[in-house]
């Protein structure tokens, strides 16, 4: 099993590169095999969500070449199953997005129910409830999803929660529909308003992406396109926590800094200083860093996604910080493996309540979940002493070469798969 060692207490600083959104490409992906043309998807993370979906592609029978480790070329001429199975769904949840590809484009598909990270319950009803205004049948067989419609047609679709899967299917299976169809409190992440755009470079129609209304008018066939995923807002999020945490300095390059507003705005008001250009951010934390309240929303609210990283600067902030999270019952695992290191958070429902500590103590902790882990390492790199991470894996599924970036502003990190390494960079840091 592999880990993360980390000696902490150095102050980061210096320029890291974002790469390509994860959540933006994996639906990407997905849609891209609703041509039988070839498309050429460029900025790719490489990243294991991304590489166990393009096996799920491959595995329908599409053609899948991989250019470099961040482009690939999809053709869906070749797709000869309209089945996904359990084993490529088990491990991403992402993967719910061949069902909107596969209808929209065959208007069949039958679709094991998703995994992902264990972060609350995660239905998909809403997902169902588009498919089936759009004309098609559902049914729930051995734990699969089979969607079926003998043609599909435009229609007036209400999303009674904002859903980024649920907005993103939905537009994916009305795009060869036959008519209009509006999605309305349809989502507002940057990533679907990527996929819109992508879409459209393969002939959609799609107007109204980042908004909550966005309208569709069904085409015949949709074509090829070379087309560049946006960065990943989570990804630079991170890394601003990192520098904030460690009272260091980076500049995150390759960002839209609009996406990046709300984190941004947190820091702000725990007393980091924000420099913003165009087309990167710089956060130093040079002072004390202040309680503050933040509640996860939908965009362009504060991102659930980033929740655990922000609990962890807040849990060395002086004063008392709460942490709403309003999107996912179950996001707040990781602040026992917290506690461990020092921090004082008591949960109460959906509120974490954090009275800041001076410093934390370096640990063995667990990731319990892709961005709980980060935070962990965040946390690590803040701390006293050695932190080791287990339970990398989850970690793994979103941050590319996470180490080695982080390595390059000045983190003291390894990935390690035995004690005696652990023992090895014990010794060499110390
Ligand atoms: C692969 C990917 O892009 N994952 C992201 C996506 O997940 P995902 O698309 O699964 O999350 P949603 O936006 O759909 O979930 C938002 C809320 O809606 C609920 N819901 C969702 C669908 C549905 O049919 N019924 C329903 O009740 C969920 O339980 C949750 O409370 O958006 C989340 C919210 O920004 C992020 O945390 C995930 O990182
Ligand atoms: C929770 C996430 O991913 P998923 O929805 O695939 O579990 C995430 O990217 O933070």
């Not at 102050?11 to 498309?39: F, Q, R």
């Not at 999020?237 to 460690?246: C, D, E, K, P």
């Not at 250009?277 to 934390?285: K, M, N, P, Q």
């Amino acid at each position: 099993m592999e880990q993360y060692v980390i000696k902490g207490g150095v102050p980061l600083s210096g320029e890291v590169e974002i790469g390509g959104a994860k959540n933006a490409a994996l639906a990407i992906l997905a849609a891209a095999i609703m041509t039988d043309e070839t498309v050429t998807i460029d900025n790719l993370p490489d990243v294991r969500d991304i590489n166990v979906l393009l096996d799920a592609i491959a595995g329908i029978g599409a053609k899948v070449e991989r250019i470099d480790s961040h482009t690939v070329k999809i053709n869906g001429s070749y797709i000869d199953c309209l089945c996904v199975d359990y084993d490529s769904m088990k491990k991403i949840r992402a993967s719910y997005y061949l069902l909107g590809a596969l209808l929209g484009k065959y208007k069949e598909a039958e679709v094991a129910l998703p995994g992902g990270c264990n972060i609350g319950s995660r239905p998909m009803d809403l997902h169902i409830k588009g498919f089936k205004a759009l004309g098609a049948s559902v049914e729930l067989r051995n734990g699969a999803v089979a969607v079926e419609a003998k043609e599909l047609v435009g229609t007036h679709i209400y999303l009674d929660k904002v859903s980024v899967g649920a907005t993103i299917n939905v537009m994916m299976a009305a795009v060869m529909a036959d008519g209009k169809t509006t999605i309305e409190n349809a989502a507002k992440e940057p990533h679907v308003v990527d996929v819109a755009n992508f879409l459209n470079s393969m002939g959609a129609n799609i107007r109204g992406a980042g908004t909550d209304v966005i309208r569709i008018v069904g085409v015949e066939s949709l074509h090829k396109t070379d087309y560049s995923v946006i960065p990943d807002q989570i990804e630079a999020g991170t890394f601003m926590f990192a520098a904030a945490a460690t009272h260091g300095d980076i500049l995150v390059k390759n960002v839209i800094p609009k996406h990046l507003e709300a984190t941004s705005a947190k820091l702000l008001e725990a007393g980091c200083r924000i420099e913003e250009f165009d087309d990167a951010v710089r956060v130093s934390a040079a002072g004390t860093l202040h309680n503050t309240q933040v509640t996860t929303l939908p965009y362009p609210g504060f991102p659930t996604d980033m929740q655990p990283q922000m609990a962890v600067v807040l849990g060395i902030a002086q004063g008392t910080s709460t942490v709403t999270e309003s999107i996912f019952e179950n996001r707040f695992k990781y602040v026992d493996e917290l506690t461990r290191m020092g921090a004082d958070i008591k949960v109460e429902s959906n509120v974490a309540i954090i009275n800041g500590v001076d410093h934390y103590m370096g640990a063995r902790v667990s990731a319990p979940d892709l961005r709980a882990g980060a935070a962990l390492v965040i946390a690590g790199l803040a701390a006293e002493g050695i932190t080791v991470i287990d339970d990398i894996h989850f970690i793994e599924r979103g941050y590319e070469e996470f180490p080695e970036k982080l390595s390059r502003v000045g983190a003291k990190i390894e990935k390690v798969s035995t004690e005696k390494e652990i023992q090895k960079f014990t010794l060499k840091v110390s």
